[in-house]
């Protein structure tokens, strides 16, 4: 068994000894329900992973690799809601199985639950994983309100959208591997590398998403192809396209974001963007960052062996799915 698949059950065991009351029931079921829905538990893994990179044992920082995997559950809840959607991990979304009024409150819940979970750390780190901590979850807000901005401005830059997802998605991977050298006791300079480290995989890691949504093959991707285009979603891609698109073409831009037949759309689109060289374009974003990310991982001095980190970055830009 791989070192990350033993981190991933570790995480999965330890989640299911997390209790809530049984009364009322309308509030404490549906995150029983929630916790239990799996999911890849990326971010508690990548805490564990930078514990023992910053040299002490992964069961120093169970409680903050848990307080990570929980705030996210909470954000993932918070998010369905806000995007109406139906359907989270294979099953049915927490506002659907319930009502919205009760997935506000059992996200709630969750937050607090993450809070308690990082209060059980050693004492002498609570300050800094609690600032930290607390800086992220604002952040992680204010990228959701670029993203739901996103959908009525008439104009987006590709930098705006970097910002975004880098708010959004990375600065949780970058908290997640922070806390690990926090734990860890490592020098302030390692900190700042494993945290920039984070923010770069999880910025590849999400331009990776915008290039498989319309490229990637719809078995191995495990939804459709074109899922973006077809709900003019503002993705790195379009907004390349965008910026690059003059005369003829622009107008043809504008005009395929209102075609119905949904195939065509995907179609038309693909064909716009092989002109224009966005994939190309999208693809050099991906490199530029994914580069940067190992960079920084190489330059963190440390005794430890860099293999696990390794081996989840390889999972992470060869995964199928």
């Not at 709630?108 to 800094?128: C, F, G, R, T, W």
């Not at 698109?245 to 209102?258: H, I, P, T």
Request: charged share 25%.
């Amino acid at each position: 068994m791989s070192e990350l698949l033993k981190l991933s059950h570790l995480i999965e065991s330890e989640i299911t000894k997390i209790e809530f009351p049984l009364s009322p029931g309308n509030l404490y079921d549906p995150l029983n329900y929630f916790l239990s829905n799996g999911g890849k538990r990326l971010r508690p893994v990548l805490t564990l992973l930078a514990t023992e990179l910053g040299g002490v044992q992964k069961e120093d920082a169970i409680n903050c690799a848990l307080a990570i995997e929980v705030f996210h559950n909470f954000s993932l809840i918070h998010d369905d809601i806000m995007d109406a959607a139906p359907i989270r991990r294979g099953k049915v979304t927490v506002h659907e199985k319930w009502n919205s009024n009760i997935a506000i409150l059992s996200g709630d819940v969750l937050l607090v639950k993450a809070y308690q979970l990082l209060a059980n750390q050693k004492s002498q780190h609570i300050p800094e994983l609690l600032t930290l901590f607390n800086k992220t979850a604002i952040e992680v807000c204010e990228g959701q309100q670029m993203d739901m901005d996103f959908e009525t401005s008439e104009f987006v830059t590709v930098d705006e959208y970097i910002k975004m997802i880098r708010l959004k998605t990375s600065v949780l991977l970058g908290c997640a591997l922070e806390f690990g050298f926090i734990v860890s006791n490592n020098s302030i300079s390692n900190r700042k590398k494993i945290y920039d480290f984070g923010i770069n995989i999880g910025i590849a890691f999400q331009i990776q998403d915008d290039l498989l949504d319309l490229y990637g093959n719809p078995d191995k991707v495990g939804k459709q192809v074109g899922g973006d285009v077809k709900s003019n979603k503002k993705t790195l891609l379009y907004l390349i396209a965008e910026k690059n698109a003059v005369g003829d073409l622009r107008e043809k831009l504008n005009q395929v974001k209102s075609e119905l037949d949904l195939n065509s759309k995907v179609s038309a689109t693909q064909e716009i963007y092989e002109t224009l060289g966005v994939k190309i374009e999208t693809k050099s974003y991906l490199d530029r960052y994914y580069q940067q990310a190992i960079d920084l991982l190489d330059s963190i001095e440390t005794e430890s062996d860099k293999s696990a980190i390794m081996e989840m970055v390889n999972y992470l830009f060869n995964r199928e799915h």
